[in-house]
């Protein structure tokens, strides 16, 4: 007997995770106005770590990864690291 694919939406996948996932990347200064454009210009030999909600939302940027754990469990996120 043959599985059904069960499919989602592109809202659905959007969303999928929202509000319990969280992901950690690090950053660029050069990518840093792109996802965070109220930041003020950084100097580009600093590296950066950025914590996004699961929908790409972003939540937090800091020089000390430690502080986007904090965050993510403060707002109650489980984390995923991205390369």
Not at 47 to 74: C, H, V, Y
């Amino acid at each position: 007997m043959k599985e059904a694919n069960p499919s989602l939406t592109e809202s659905e996948l959007a969303h999928l995770g929202n509000g319990e996932v969280g992901y950690i990347r690090k950053m660029k200064s050069d990518d840093v106005s792109r996802c965070f454009p109220e930041a003020p210009d950084i100097d580009p030999s600093l590296d950066l770590w950025a914590l996004f909600g699961a929908d790409g939302t972003p939540i937090l940027l800091t020089d000390n990864r430690s502080s986007t754990f904090f965050k993510a469990a403060e707002d109650e996120l489980k984390t995923v690291t991205l390369h």
